[in-house]
């Protein structure tokens, strides 16, 4: 067994094996995408209280679930990094940093330009919106970091100590607008006692769903492109990568 | 004790470390968390005095009395009632039954608000869905 996730994770099956991967992803995250946003901007109905606006929801949740199901994958992936000294586990952490800072980036700013006219304010220090930005500094941190050092390895082992720190940001922000009063309105959907019944109407949770899905996709397309990119990079040197070159093969 | 043992160590020390740390820091600082005080805990004494703070709950229904930008309304949590006295563009969302939060400061048992924000809850639905809901609690 050991054996054979260590084949199995050595950088060139990796990059072999993503290569047929990739497509599976891409395609499916373009035909829900193009669905998702179909039906949350023309198909569902107005809210009753926000009208037309509401519909940033499409958008703005799923990159905030985004966020932070790419900060605990990267967290993981460098934790095993560390314990284990898996190269690709390494990789994974490196190359997912950047597309949860993108997803935290759009949460905050789709969530800002929805604040102004139902809240009356783009930001406030609420628990809420301030652990959200915590989780973007942590993201651009743990890039800083991983940048700062010449030597790869020595950079993985720092960048993932924080990354494993920042980790307790991600119950804080699940359950800032249940511990503490926030101007953040609670969970819809994703606390446990509304999985049942959901506090959305079903014709607003179905693209929402489809775009959450379709997020997901997007960034497995995403992550095993860049972590093919990285793995050319560091392994440049290498017997395999060479072979590669000369054969002219994708 | 393997090398890969000793990290697998290190590695939960540090998050249950940081996890430690994180839970006595909240706790320490959780009256600082607090967003807003409901009118119940300005009657208990845990606003601040003579300060400005955030006051937070429904707008009552009925109490909503506007003069030109000038506007008057009553806050409850239905245990305890404020009246806000502001002057400014209410948001989107402020109406009566509605949750808002205001800043400003106590005088004389009136808020004197500077701002005024209107807090949406977790409920999203078409309007045609809203008024079947209403109809049958009526």
């Not at chain 1, 519909?55 to 679930?65: D, E, G, K, L, Q």
């Not at chain 1, 690709?88 to 980036?105: D, N, Y």
């Not at chain 2, 043992?5 to 996890?19: D, E, K």
């Amino acid at each position: 067994m050991w054996k054979w996730i260590q084949a199995f994770a050595s950088p060139q099956n990796f990059y072999r094996i993503s290569g047929t991967l990739i497509p599976w992803f891409l395609y499916p995250f373009v035909f829900l995408v193009t669905i998702g946003l179909y039906w949350g901007l023309y198909v569902a109905p107005i809210d009753y209280q926000q009208g037309d606006s509401y519909r940033i929801i499409f958008i703005h949740v799923p990159s905030a679930w985004m966020s932070m199901m790419i900060y605990l994958i990267m967290a993981i992936s460098a934790g095993i990094g560390l314990i284990w000294q898996i190269k690709l586990a390494s990789v994974v952490a490196k190359v997912s940093a950047p597309i949860g800072a993108g997803f935290t980036f759009l949460a905050l700013i789709t969530g800002s330009i929805w604040g102004k006219p139902m809240w009356g304010t783009w930001w406030v220090w609420d628990a809420r919106l301030t652990s959200e930005l915590i989780l973007l500094f942590l993201y651009l941190a743990y890039m800083s970091l991983n940048n700062a050092f010449d030597n790869p390895k020595k950079a993985a082992k720092a960048s993932s100590i924080l990354a494993l720190v920042g980790i307790i940001n991600l119950p804080i922000i699940h359950y800032s607008v249940k511990w503490w009063n926030t101007l953040h309105q609670g969970a819809s959907i994703s606390s446990m006692d509304k999985i049942a019944a959901p506090a959305i109407h079903p014709d607003m949770l179905w693209p929402l769903l489809i775009m959450a899905i379709a997020f997901k996709l997007m960034y497995a397309a995403l992550v095993l492109q860049r972590g093919r990119d990285e793995i050319l990079f560091n392994e440049q040197n290498m017997r395999w990568v060479k072979d590669l070159i000369k054969g002219g093969e994708r | 004790m393997t090398k890969r043992q000793n990290r697998m160590i290190l590695v939960a020390l540090l998050v249950a470390g940081t996890s430690l740390a994180a839970y006595l820091g909240l706790k320490a600082f959780n009256e600082n968390l607090l967003y807003f005080f409901s009118p119940t805990d300005v009657v208990n004494g845990k606003a601040p005095n003579g300060k400005s703070f955030r006051l937070g709950g429904l707008v009552a229904n009925g109490s909503v009395k506007r003069e030109g930008i000038k506007v008057a309304f009553d806050v409850t949590d239905n245990q305890n009632t404020f009246t806000v006295k502001y002057e400014g563009i209410l948001p989107d969302l402020f109406r009566e039954g509605q949750g808002i939060i205001t800043t400003g400061s106590l005088k004389n048992g009136t808020f004197m608000a500077t701002e005024v924000l209107a807090k949406h809850d977790e409920n999203y639905m078409p309007p045609e869905v809203a008024d079947a809901l209403k109809n049958a609690k009526k």
